[in-house]
């Protein structure tokens, strides 16, 4: 419905290139160049995924200070520059939900070629805010990953603090690793568990919509590692590099 009222109101503009486009406020060309993941095909950190450019393996933050313990590897798709920035604050903050399935699509083709096997678990939002808003992102990509793709989702994690991550500076970052998310317990837990056949997963791939210092997805590993949790993979639409 939104496609034919964006067609009939006469297309909208792509935010790439100015050009026409549908409800997505990006035209087929510039979401064929920029917006196809290139996971394996530029070499990254073995550690927080960061594209290398004279380091090989590992980059030179995680060689000197490895935040990223109990992440076994992070995936991000995108670079936070750009237009890739007003894309998230037109989805993120200015509620244009139309690009959920867009970058659904995007994260769905990166999970393709990863090994398989795993849960895809969404990193929980701030307590309050779907009452608040109505609706998050990242569970919201999670439902189109769940019933477009039929990707086993585990919603078993939840967030204790409700102060934005974005308020703090990177210290206040890596401190709330260990305290600012749990595992659910009692019969959250059981739900969240029921398309997993009530086990926890041996391996799971956490979903993120933006990577800064990793202290999120570390926070969120820490928890499921100890649950028993044996791989934790994470995938993000943007790093801020």
């Given amino acids: 419905m939104r496609e034919l009222l964006t067609v009939l109101a006469g297309g909208g503009e792509c935010a790439v290139c100015g050009g026409r486009c549908g409800a997505v406020p990006v035209c087929r060309t510039c979401a064929k160049t920029y917006f ?23 980059c030179m933050q995680c060689r000197s200070e490895r935040l990223l313990k109990h992440t076994d590897s992070v995936f991000p798709l995108y670079s936070y520059r750009l237009w890739n920035s007003v894309l998230l604050f037109r989805w993120k903050i200015g509620g244009e939900r139309s690009l959920s399935p867009f970058f659904a699509d995007r994260l769905a083709a990166a999970l393709a070629v990863l090994p398989q096997g795993f849960a895809v678990v969404p990193v929980p939002p701030r307590p309050g805010k779907i009452r608040k808003k109505g609706w998050d992102q990242i569970d919201e990509l999670c439902t189109f990953l769940e019933l477009r793709r039929k990707y086993c989702v585990c919603r078993i994690l939840e967030r204790s603090t409700v102060k934005e991550q974005k308020a703090l500076d990177r210290t206040g970052r890596l401190e709330t690793i260990g305290r600012s998310y749990s595992l659910k317990t009692g019969g959250k837990l059981k739900r969240g568990l029921k398309s997993a056949g009530g086990l926890v997963p041996e391996t799971v791939c956490l979903i993120d919509d933006v990577v800064t210092t990793g202290a999120t997805i570390e926070g969120c590993a820490t928890v499921l590692k100890a649950a028993g949790v044996k791989k934790v993979y994470a995938v993000a639409l943007f790093t801020v590099d």
Avoid at 36 to 58: I, N, Q
């Fill in 36 to 58: 196809t993941p290139d996971l394996f095909t530029a070499e990254r950190c073995s550690v927080c995924g960061k594209k290398l450019v004279s380091e090989h393996g590992m």
